[in-house]
Nanobody
């Protein structure tokens, strides 16, 4: 069974940090190209960061310099390190695979940044 499972969300004050993780299992565990997306209330889901099978990374402008995506191939896991968090980063964060045309999705993890 193909599955993506996110973890690491929570409540943090502005300026704080969180690290999200997404573990792939099943037949998609070999997919190395994965992305992180987020959806705030009343808004569409949008791409936050992605990493290709060759290790190239992509970031949306609003998170450049603050977020870092990385991959642990041995653990079939992709991480999103989020620093200097802002209230506008509040959203449900999803991982998707394969990046950039994700067709597999995790259940999402809530990130709330208080001001």
């Amino acid at each position: 069974q193909e599955q993506l499972k996110e973890s690491g969300g929570g409540l943090v004050q502005a300026g704080g940090s969180l690290r999200l993780s997404c573990e792939a299992s099943g037949s998609i565990s070999s997919i190395n190209a994965m992305g992180w997306y987020r959806q705030a209330p009343g808004k569409q889901r949008g791409l936050v960061a992605g990493i290709t099978s060759s290790g190239s990374t992509y970031y949306t402008d609003s998170v450049k310099g603050r977020f870092t995506i990385s991959r642990d191939n041995a653990k079939n896991t992709v991480h999103l390190q989020m620093n200097s968090l802002k209230p506008e980063d509040t959203a449900v964060y999803y991982c998707g695979a394969p990046f950039p045309y994700s067709r597999y999705w995790g259940q999402g993890t809530q990130v709330t940044v208080s001001s």
